[in-house]
């Protein structure tokens, strides 16, 4: 079967023209036809698989929960450790059994792996038709024409300007209450264990009002929550583009002084550049009524700046996630961190200063390459010096192409890599239980998200610092509003409560 590369991009404006009038004939072929989605791997996926919607509904298509019904399937994959890769490998061979009834189905790789192995996973995975890089999804309608015309389709092209900032994405599995939207897109940092960087390619921010549009007309619809994503939300940084180039509509020079809904942007007047702790502001005004998340930070960029604005306003919620990796200066420099422990501990005390009732959550990889018992050690005391809210350990995953695939050896064991995560998540599960049982008889502002996964007696939602809490249900409230609850007792991961309106 032939294979077509396709090469387009949406940096220049005449692709982007030839791309319009191609799609608009492409579109009602499409039409009614039904689109699947899954996807895998961290949060700027999910929100990519939004935008995948809202591409091709635009073309006809309609999204399904349910794959054995779709005329498309797409898996949106992540690379960032080999388990990752392996699950979606196992999945790919369901839907090999899909395709063996229904001729014509289309199956598409999407996302990180896509752009890892490019068109080697044609040659790896038989039943794959399309192979789609993160910055290539505005090309998707041409390379499903490709794939129906009996070609196989792959375009990897990464961008240095592609944020898809002026799509609004379909919301998928949606409560209609929370919702992620990507501020930034790729990584500029080199972490020697990280995939991402050649994954998803350079880092770029996205130009901040389309950034706040999108969170005023999520509110306008009832949602209540935000989370901002980007790989290193503290190096978002968005420059205003020079007056004679393109870009610069509705960018005047008095546009930064007011919020679409006009609210206060103190601070912000007349800056020529937005760094992250203004446009945390910039969301924030939309209304005090809607939260505001954030992920992820890095420790070597998060600024006093950032946790000021954190403290002033009320609805920028009290809960960062700061992956410290591991807690030793030897395996930060080796791990290409760019901080060492006594800069990470600097960052968790100011954190404690100025927002004391802050959560924080982080990320740990053991056995890195050579880490010795010691260095481990180094990792656990700096558990006991944060006391972390919530963390996510993994054991180092060697990735082909990384920097420390190239220059180190993997050479901790995988029972001691196991033996040593054992060790940490005993660690956290002990914090974890710690740092909830400082909120008993304390009164917690909940965002109600639905009812509990166990009883529709009961809703969840989440506390400001981002811990799940339970409670009966009480008819005066509903999804969607807020209630303070009264915490009564907890369980290992979860407070109970009541609502004391
Ligand atoms: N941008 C974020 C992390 C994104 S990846 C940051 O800089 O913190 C999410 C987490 O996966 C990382 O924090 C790291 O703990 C883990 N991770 C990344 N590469 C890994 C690898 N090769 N092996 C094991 N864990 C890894
Ligand atoms: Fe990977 Fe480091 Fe970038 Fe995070 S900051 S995505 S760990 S390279
Ligand atoms: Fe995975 Fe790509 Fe995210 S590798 S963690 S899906 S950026």
């Known amino acids: 079967m032939d294979l077509v590369i396709s090469d387009k991009t949406h940096d220049e404006g005449r692709q982007g023209e030839a791309l319009v009038l191609e799609s608009a004939s492409q579109r009602t072929k499409n039409n009614g036809r039904k689109l699947y989605i899954e996807s895998y791997g961290c949060a700027m996926n999910f929100s990519d698989s939004e935008i995948v919607a809202s ?71 038989k039943l794959v038709d399309v192979v789609v890089g993160p910055d290539a999804y505005r090309d998707l309608p041409n390379l499903i024409g490709i794939v129906d015309d009996g070609q196989k389709a ?19 599995n949606s409560n209609g209450i929370n919702a992620f ?12 264990f990280c995939v991402v960087p050649f994954t998803r390619g350079r880092e770029r ?13 999520l509110f306008n619809q009832g949602y209540r929550e935000v989370t901002l994503l980007g790989q290193n939300v503290d190096s978002y940084k968005w420059k205003q583009p020079h007056p004679t180039l393109p870009g610069r509509e509705g960018f005047e020079e008095d546009s930064l002084k007011v919020s679409p809904t006009g609210g206060d942007l103190e601070g912000v007047e007349g800056a020529a550049t937005v760094n992250f702790a203004n446009l945390l502001e910039m969301v924030a005004a939309i209304s005090p ?28 919620c009290n809960y960062i996630h700061l992956p410290v990796q591991s807690g030793n200066s030897r395996v930060l420099d080796l791990m290409n961190r760019t901080y060492d422990r006594d800069w990470y501990i600097n960052r968790i005390d100011a954190i404690r200063r100025i927002i004391p009732e802050c ?68 660690k956290q599960q002990e914090h974890s239980y710690i740092r909830l049982q400082t909120q008993l008889g304390k009164v917690q502002k909940v965002l109600i998200e639905g009812f509990s996964k166990k009883s529709d007696k009961d809703y969840c939602g989440r506390s400001d610092q981002n811990a799940m809490v339970v409670f009966p249900v009480n008819e005066n409230y509903k999804p969607g509003q807020y209630v303070n609850v009264m915490v009564e ?5 979860t407070l109970i409560g009541k609502i004391i309106n």
């Open 489 to 493: 007792r907890t369980t290992t991961a």
């Open 55 to 125: 591409i091709l509904s635009d073309e006809g298509f309609e999204t399904t929960a349910d794959y054995t019904a779709a005329d498309v399937i797409f898996i949106n994959t992540c690379s960032i450790r080999e388990n990752a890769e392996q699950r979606v490998r196992n999945r790919l061979k369901e839907f090999t059994i899909a395709k063996v009834k229904k001729p014509g189905l289309v199956v598409g790789v999407l996302g990180c792996m896509a752009e890892r192995l490019k068109s080697k996973f044609l040659e790896e995975e």
């Open 359 to 426: 959560a924080i959550s982080t990320d740990v990889i053991t056995g890195f390459c050579s880490e010795t018992d010691e260095e481990h050690q180094d990792t656990i005391s700096m558990m006991d010096y944060v006391h972390y809210d919530f963390a996510y350990m993994f054991m180092y995953s060697e990735r082909p192409g990384t920097l420390a695939a190239k220059r180190y050896a993997d050479d901790i064991p995988d029972a001691v890599k196991r033996s040593r995560l054992k060790e940490i998540v005993a």
């Open 154 to 172: 792959v375009n990897v092209l990464l961008s240095r300007e592609e944020t898809y900032a002026d799509i609004s994405p379909v919301r998928l």
């Open 181 to 192: 939207v990507s501020i930034m897109r790729g990584c500029d940092n080199m972490c020697s």
């Open 289 to 316: 009524q809607l939260r505001v998340r954030f992920s992820t930070s890095h420790p070597k960029d998060i600024t006093d700046e950032v946790l000021y604005m954190i403290a002033k306003h009320e609805n920028i």
């Open 205 to 217: 921010s996205r130009e901040p009002l389309s950034i706040v549009k999108e969170c005023a007309d």
